[in-house]
């Protein structure tokens, strides 16, 4: 007959570190406020006895997790990975655990998976942008759960949001385009149908041009899904119209990095033929060449309060409001002024 080992406990663990089960649990959920002499001590010990928290009765004990959801539209480039990355390494500082899904820019299984997070114990969310069926909102007022919303800003929408001005941050790049002699804008962007970020990008363009005695209904638009191939395909399609434009405005960095590969296959010197811009300033903006114009998003600052604001609210702060964290012209070679007639 085989005998059945015991299970190891907290007091086991802090018997063999020779601790308290005050300390052995500050290791485990707070490892910054213990010294790193202790630290490893107690970890030691949880390695020799093979000792797993039960977290589970913990979360029923406190009818929390120290769980927060994540749900990014997608993961298949850079665009989000900065911010949540600094937003995973705050929340392990407070004890908490980051899960992470993602909805490939789909309301609907956005949807399926803030409810299955809601339902695996999430004591909150965090969401990019406003834009979604108000009944999950009301869905998770009536769960308790808070959630906020990044990667956007807007003091008109009554809701806690730690992010920046997309419409303000286009219009101010357009603004610079238009000031460098350019009449003839194009925008390589994201659908824009439930997707506030994308239509208030172009929205920022569409203020910069009135502004400029344009009609924002000269600029042309392709919309297709974040991809580099998909930037390329679309700046295939603007440089066979007539007249080409000559800069070509993109929604993200990834459709940007995209035009400018065709620009070179197609024999268009960038910006001497041809301006292109992005908008996230991730790290490919950098390594292209020519260094592409962009707009900078302050991703780690954003994924650092965006942790420190949803802990806040599931401690019950009640007073978060919209931050707004700027974005930043990163006015680099490919953009340049309007090519001579």
């Given at each position: ?6 299970t ?34 107690v ?5 020799d006895?093979?000792y ?17 959801g994540?749900?990014i539209p997608?993961m298949?480039?850079?665009?989000f ?20 899904a993602?909805?490939s820019y789909?309301p609907?299984?956005e949807q ?7 339902a ?17 909102y ?22 806690p949001?730690?992010g920046f001005d997309?419409?303000?941050?286009m219009?101010d ?11 003839r804008l ?5 659908p824009?149908?439930m997707?506030?970020?994308a ?9 910069a041009?009135?502004?400029a005695g ?20 679309a ?11 000559t ?14 590969r ?7 010197r960038?910006p ?5 811009t ?7 903006a950098?390594?292209?060449y020519?260094?592409?114009?962009t ?9 650092r309060?965006a ?11 009640i ?12 006015l680099?070679g490919?953009l340049?002024?309007v090519p001579?007639?």
């Amino acid at each position: 007959m085989k005998l059945t080992k015991p299970t190891p406990t907290l007091h086991d663990v802090a018997a063999r570190a020779n601790v308290s089960t005050a300390t052995v649990s500050r290791c485990l959920n707070l490892p910054d406020q213990v010294t790193r002499r202790t630290r490893d001590k107690v970890m030691q010990a949880i390695a020799d006895l093979g000792y797993a928290p039960n977290f589970g009765a913990r979360a029923m004990a406190s009818r929390r997790t120290n769980t927060i959801g994540a749900i990014i539209p997608t993961m298949e480039n850079a665009i989000f990975a900065r911010g949540l990355q600094a937003f995973q390494e705050e929340l392990r500082t407070h004890g908490f655990t980051m899960l992470v899904a993602s909805s490939s820019y789909r309301p609907d299984i956005e949807q399926e998976q803030i409810r299955s997070l809601v339902a695996r114990g999430a004591d909150a969310l965090l969401l990019i942008g406003h834009e979604r069926d108000p009944e999950i909102y009301r869905f998770l007022e009536a769960q308790s759960i808070p959630a906020l919303i990044v990667w956007a800003y807007d003091p008109r929408i009554a809701r806690p949001s730690v992010g920046f001005d997309n419409r303000a941050a286009m219009h101010d790049l357009a603004k610079e385009v238009l000031r460098r002699g350019h009449r003839r804008l194009a925008l390589i962007s994201a659908p824009v149908a439930m997707n506030d970020r994308a239509r208030e990008r172009q929205e920022g363009i569409h203020d910069a041009m009135c502004a400029a005695g344009l009609d924002p209904r000269d600029l042309q638009l392709v919309e297709t899904p974040y991809a580099i191939e998909n930037g390329a395909m679309a700046f295939d399609a603007l440089m066979a119209r007539q007249p080409r434009p000559t800069a070509v405005l993109c929604g993200n960095d990834v459709l940007a990095v995209g035009a400018m590969r065709r620009a070179r296959e197609l024999g268009l010197r960038v910006p001497d033929d041809v301006s292109i811009t992005g908008f996230d300033d991730i790290e490919l903006a950098q390594v292209v060449y020519p260094p592409l114009a962009t707009v900078h998003v302050p991703h780690r600052e954003m994924g650092r309060r965006a942790a420190q604001t949803l802990i806040g609210m599931v401690h019950g702060d009640i007073s978060v409001v919209a931050v707004d964290l700027g974005a930043e012209l990163k006015l680099r070679g490919s953009l340049g002024d309007v090519p001579a007639a």
